[in-house]
């Protein structure tokens, strides 16, 4: 807020150039990363990483394989939830801190998902799926069924992760766009407050 003092001692408020465009600019950013839908892009990201680490539980019964012993479905979806939390959170507080959070974990979460897909990708492939051998009660073996079961959820989990991978690059193209676009808000921030009038001397 500036102030400024005339000779005969009255004292005028004048508008802050700056402060207007600060807050033309945060309403400004509000709206450009409000139509990107970061909340409904967020809830669809914390869906996503509480199902996966819903479905990787049958997979500890099964046979143990990279996916498990690596663990991966835990550390993508806490990947996913994170991103998602972090997008609902810019979508009611819209600064430029954390528009470059959010933007910072959605490339974590992009790059994350898919070495995700990389490693599932290899685990179905190196553990096909063993062929039925009947038994002497005349049913296939417990192997049979369990790798059909582990190929079965690694599958959903490939989906899952696949889904993910492309929210999480809409996300970082958004953002990275607003980025670029209210690149001067930073400045505005800064140089907001050092603008304000002198009074005069009246000694």
Not at 94 to 100: E, F, S, Y
């Amino acid at each position: 807020m500036a102030v400024a003092v005339s000779r005969d001692l009255t004292v005028q408020v004048l508008e802050d150039v700056n402060a207007v465009k600060l807050t033309d600019r945060q309403q400004a950013l509000r709206a450009a990363i409000q139509r990107g839908e970061p909340k409904c892009l967020g809830v669809s990201q914390v869906m996503l990483g509480l199902m996966v680490m819903s479905y990787s539980i049958p997979l500890h019964f099964t046979e143990l394989t990279e996916v498990v012993s690596l663990g991966v479905p835990w550390w993508s979806g806490l990947t996913f939830l994170t991103a998602g939390v972090v997008a609902i959170i810019l979508d009611k507080n819209c600064t430029m801190k954390m528009l470059h959070l959010c933007l910072m974990v959605s490339v974590v979460s992009t790059v994350l998902s898919v070495v995700a897909v990389i490693i599932y990708s290899i685990d179905m492939d190196k553990n096909p799926e063993v062929p039925c051998v009947k038994t002497v009660q005349d049913s296939c073996s417990e192997k049979h069924y369990a790798m059909k079961l582990s190929r079965g959820m690694k599958s959903s989990l490939l989906l899952f992760t696949l889904a993910q991978t492309v929210i999480s690059a809409i996300v970082c193209f958004l953002l990275f766009r607003q980025r670029n676009s209210f690149g001067q808000y930073t400045s505005l921030t800064h140089a907001a407050p050092s603008e304000a009038l002198i009074p005069p001397n009246l000694s």
